[in-house]
């Protein structure tokens, strides 16, 4: 069987018809390759047509052999691990070949590579749904991630759930495309060159809010920066606020109408008991 | 007074709660309603403070007014400190604009005494219908069930929260007698059976009807303070297992004193929280509820307290050589629980792998065992490491070595202290 390179356009159905071609072509790859990544080679190289009943034929006899590889072969293309189009073959080719059996073993050679980088994609899928910060600017909600993996797929439907009742997006930086949801519908589009609103008045006082609120609770006995960065690593820091610079703080538009929760205004004098609060901004209701 | 400064006096006085756990709720969206809670089993951290703690729960107290006069506490009447109530609105709409933002996963509220339990605990009724009914949160919500409320107003806080707890402080009645005078043990025991038994009652109804109303449907937890009092880690240990047996509590949190006041019955003021002794009775802890372990097994009269030089797993092992070698091969996963430096996960790959072929050595560290403990315990195919070779003493060195570089900095300082006393 000849050794072979293959390029496909970055689809997901793309890399199925890479599978798919090297069993009609009777080739073994040796790697796997996006056009835009195309750099000319010494290798004998071939050019992938992606075609939907190709794919959908890999697909289907994948979930017939296996339905937790063909899981795995969908997160493990969101994954970050370099590469990740050989392995993910690799493992295919394995699986066609020997049967399920082998993937009982979490240390198989060539299982453990595409199951390890699944495992990194879900943990930080898992870490993002808390780390996520919204911020609301006219009625929307929208927030700016930097993962390394594709994480928005996987965080779809926690988000869509949770905020079923309102407008949201949540932007990718690393790899720029967002996740828009609105009335029951989220698409994930690509999205070049975002960038944030500065926040209104209110969106302000709930940050400050917030911050005070996380430098409050910490116990400085207990101080231990170490545990914290092991818990929640430096690179989610630049897009949370609790760790943003005074500039994050300032309202920079025109104060929105209506009193606001957290105003001076509204609220009983001290001293005396409290006995009722500051009215509600309707968005909340 | 503004709402930041009350946020701020508030959060201060719950920060000493250790419990901060979303766990145990799964409760999906609700059309019109906003949230849902996590599906997750672990729960949902949405951040960690500077002293490394998860940041889950919008952690505060409805007032900081206390008729009470416990010794340990911030909050006690005779400390001269910034008192501050919210009002329900002034909770309700922090709760929903956080939740909104993603900063929290819901709220976890607790309370001062304010008057009298009774008094205090339909505050925080009124706070948390306005929340649920009004604003139509669905997130999670934690609230403290106050020793010496009547039993129909537990009724009604478990209906609206998703977990309970009520919390034992001191481990044992005499701590209680001299720090905290007006709790008694019974007081803190009967709402915690009543939470127990109503929440068994509510599993029946549920299979009968589904749409029957939950109560707590993530259970009850407690908080213990250690180092307050010269309860031993044996005490503590067996209160725990006690509570899980039969409580069937989900979680017992375990809080280091932190020294906040001078007094006679207390450690003095420059005393540092015991953060290791926490450490290890939460390792204990996991060994209880995960691993199969009883209180006995780990500590006895002889040796009541947890030797802070490696973890209590560790010590078992070592207490218990013959057990060991454990060949991964052919052992049942309750021994393979058993040895250092594998897990839960570990284990059950073990099982599901050796069924497709025999395991060697080289297989486990990719499998999640963490071989830095697990090589003096186990043998693969009848092997041990390559060039592995100890003897008692240095398998002891060995295992605190392995331990060292995770443990804080200030804790390795106190471990130096310990080698040169032993």
Request: proline share 6%.
């Amino acid at each position: 069987m000849a050794e072979m390179v293959y390029y496909y356009d970055g689809s997901f159905e793309g890399f199925l018809c890479c599978i798919f071609d090297s069993y009609a072509n009777k080739e073994v790859l040796t790697a796997i390759y996006r056009d835009e990544d195309f750099v000319p080679t010494l290798f004998a190289s071939r050019v992938i047509q992606t075609n939907q009943d190709h794919a959908n034929r890999v697909y289907r006899k994948v979930v017939k052999c296996s339905p937790y590889t063909a899981s795995l072969l969908q997160k493990g293309f969101l994954t970050c691990l370099p590469e990740k189009e050989l392995y993910m073959y690799r493992l295919v080719v394995k699986l066609l070949r020997e049967g399920p059996g082998f993937l009982r073993n979490f240390s198989d050679e060539t299982l453990h590579p595409v199951a390890k980088a699944v495992q990194h994609l879900m943990g930080e899928a898992h870490l993002l749904k808390g780390f996520v910060r919204f911020s609301e600017l006219g009625g929307v909600l929208g927030s700016e991630i930097a993962p390394k993996n594709r994480v928005l797929p996987v965080l779809r439907s926690h988000f869509c759930a949770r905020y079923q009742n309102e407008k949201f997006f949540i932007y990718d930086r690393t790899h720029q495309e967002a996740l828009f949801y609105a009335a029951g519908k989220a698409v994930i589009r690509p999205l070049v060159d975002f960038q944030m609103a500065p926040p209104d008045e209110t969106e302000a006082t709930y940050r400050i809010l917030w911050k005070r609120f996380y430098d409050t609770i910490a116990i400085k006995e207990r101080y231990n920066p170490k545990c914290r960065m092991t818990n929640m690593p430096k690179r989610y820091w630049s897009t949370m606020t609790e760790f943003q610079g005074e500039e994050h703080f300032k309202a920079q538009s025109s104060p929105a109408a209506g009193s606001v929760p957290g105003a001076p205004a509204g609220i009983s004098a001290p001293g005396k008991r409290p006995e009722r609060g500051p009215s509600v901004p309707e968005s909340a209701l | 007074m503004d709402v930041l400064e009350k946020l701020t006096v508030l959060t201060d006085a719950a920060k000493y709660d250790a419990a901060c756990t979303s766990s145990g709720g799964s409760r999906s969206a609700r059309k019109g309603y906003i949230g849902n809670t996590s599906s997750s089993v672990a729960g949902c951290c949405h951040s960690f403070s500077a002293d490394g703690r998860c940041v889950t729960l919008l952690k505060v107290l409805l007032t900081n007014h206390c008729v009470y006069d416990c010794k340990y506490c911030v909050n006690r009447r005779s400390n001269d400190t910034k008192r501050a109530a919210f009002t329900p609105e002034e909770l309700a709409d922090l709760t929903i604009n956080f939740y909104r933002r993603n900063y929290i996963e819901g709220l976890f509220l607790s309370s001062g005494v304010f008057r009298s339990p009774d008094y205090t605990t339909e505050l925080m009724i009124r706070a948390l219908r306005l929340l649920r009914e009004q604003y139509r949160f669905n997130g999670y919500i934690h609230a403290k069930a106050i020793p010496g409320t009547s039993p129909e107003l537990v009724e009604q806080l478990g209906l609206l929260a998703d977990r309970l707890s009520v919390n034992i402080e001191l481990p044992s009645e005499a701590g209680l007698k001299t720090l905290a005078p007006e709790k008694t043990k019974q007081a803190i025991l009967t709402p915690m059976r009543q939470i127990q038994t109503r929440n068994q009652q509510n599993q029946e109804e549920l299979v009968k009807y589904r749409h029957a109303p939950k109560f707590a449907p993530a259970g009850q937890s407690t908080q213990l303070i250690v180092g307050a009092t010269r309860d031993t880690d044996l005490h503590i240990l067996r209160l725990t297992q006690g509570l899980y047996d039969r409580y069937h509590l989900k979680r017992v949190f375990y809080s280091a004193y932190v020294p906040v006041v001078e007094h006679a019955l207390l450690p003095a003021k420059d005393v540092k929280p015991p953060l290791l002794r926490e450490h290890r009775l939460y390792q204990a802890d996991w060994l209880l509820r995960f691993y199969g372990f009883r209180a006995e097994e780990l500590l006895d009269e002889r040796n009541p307290d947890f030797d802070p030089r490696v973890d209590p797993k560790c010590s078992w092992a070592l207490a218990h050589l013959e057990f060991f070698p454990v060949e991964v091969n052919t052992a049942d996963y309750e021994s393979l629980l058993r040895i250092p430096g594998v897990g839960v996960t570990s284990a059950r790959r073990i099982l599901s792998a050796r069924r497709s072929g025999r395991l060697h050595i080289d297989d486990l560290r990719k499998l999640g065992v963490v071989m830095k403990r697990a090589q003096y315990f186990l043998t693969a195919s009848g092997k041990v490491p390559e060039g592995l070779r100890f003897t008692q003493d240095s398998l002891l060195r060995g295992l605190i070595a392995a331990e060292l570089p995770s443990l804080p900095q200030q804790e390795a300082v106190q471990l130096s202290l310990f080698d040169s006393v032993g």
